[in-house]
């Protein structure tokens, strides 16, 4: 579902402005304290172990590619339209830079180039990121018709270390209503 027209979400310009993979200031003993998920209700960066109060939130797990901040394609596409943007494979998915990437020296030569930096690219895309083709939609038309409502979007089981957050339901209700009945034990001989 597309949302409304002259529409730039906090959470899309809190995430193209974050600095990822910083330590987490609140867990700085723990392991694993990298801010490497990003909260789009909260609009903040977070560790594995800031979690907890995030469990019923839209999550974005960052990942590092070409020491660069990038998303799963497939996660990104639930929030915004990644057409045109190059993807790439890493561990088997196909990930997107959410910013664009210095480019070493001018491109010389024919072939595709980024609409927004010029950066080289490979047939058919437009833009070398998610920040380039945001860029050029807010020049252009605007962002409106592009994004979707993305009510929840949960990380992967394998990313959380707290216990498995899903957003409550009615047979959750039940379970965590539900008395405790009578124990029963073996008998002492």
Request: glycine fraction near 4%; charged fraction near 20%.
């Given at each position: 579902?597309k ?40 609009c ?85 990121s ?8 807010v020049?252009k ?8 409502e ?14 498995t ?25």
């Amino acid at each position: 579902m597309k949302v409304g027209y002259s529409y730039f979400p906090h959470w899309l310009e809190g995430l193209l402005g974050e600095k990822f993979f910083n330590s987490c200031l609140i867990h700085e003993t723990a392991k694993k304290n990298e801010k490497n998920i990003f909260c789009l209700d909260c609009c903040t960066s977070i560790c594995p172990h800031c979690l907890s109060p995030h469990c019923s939130h839209r999550l974005l797990q960052i990942r590092r590619y070409v020491y660069r901040d990038v998303v799963r394609q497939d996660d990104l596409e639930k929030l915004i339209d990644c057409s045109f943007v190059q993807s790439y494979i890493t561990n088997n998915a196909k990930v997107i830079f959410l910013n664009q990437r210095p480019q070493p020296r001018p491109f010389r030569g024919s072939g595709n180039i980024c609409t927004t930096c010029d950066r080289s690219l490979q047939d058919p895309y437009l833009f070398c990121s998610l920040s380039c083709k945001v860029k050029y939609l807010v020049r252009k038309n605007g962002l409106a018709k592009y994004l979707y409502e993305c009510e929840f979007l949960p990380l992967p089981e394998y990313v959380q270390m707290s216990p498995t957050c899903s957003p409550p339901t009615e047979l959750m209700a039940v379970h965590i209503n539900r008395r405790k009945a009578i124990p029963h034990r073996s008998p002492l001989y």
